[in-house]
């Protein structure tokens, strides 16, 4: 526990960095990685749990950040858009948005790539409905979802 009243230390692993912070139990992680940890590649578009801008990898698991209170974070593995380029090289589902133009207004482009990058791992040769299935939970209004569809298509060519 931290000296500050009402906060705890929360130690895990953010795209591969052991580090500690200090937070309200029920800050959201959303919260925590853009103000605390200034890692502003994860986006708020709802604020509830529905939009998918917000999506990171905790533990292997895609979820909201906007619904994850600080304290779950403990002991946790989170990987955010900041992490899935390996160095200077991006992943093979970045480098395919680009391609295809599936990002446009960018908001739902974090969320979208951790989600595509989750489906990848899990299933490297998905089908069509595997791909629409693994985008389900993130929303955009811009691209038509055509795009960013044909992105992670390119991306399992890769």
Do not use: W
């Amino acid at each position: 526990m931290t000296d500050a009243p009402g906060r705890i230390s929360v130690s895990c692993t953010v795209n591969g960095e052991a580090l500690t912070f200090d937070a309200h139990p029920f800050a959201r992680m959303l919260d925590v990685l853009r103000e605390s940890l200034r890692l502003t590649g994860t986006k708020e578009g709802c604020g509830e749990g529905e939009c998918g801008a917000c999506s990171v990898l905790i533990d292997g698991e895609l979820v909201n950040s906007c619904l994850v209170p600080a304290a779950q974070a403990e002991g946790a593995r989170i990987l955010t858009v900041e992490g899935v380029a390996d160095d200077e090289r991006l992943h093979a589902v970045q480098q395919a948005m680009i391609d295809c133009g599936g990002a446009q207004c960018g908001i739902c482009t974090p969320g979208m790539v951790l989600a595509a990058v989750s489906l990848l791992e899990r299933t490297p040769r998905p089908t069509d409905a595997d791909i629409r299935e693994g985008l389900a939970g993130n929303l955009c209004r811009c691209t038509g979802y055509m795009k960013i569809f044909d992105a992670v298509v390119r991306a399992c060519e890769r």
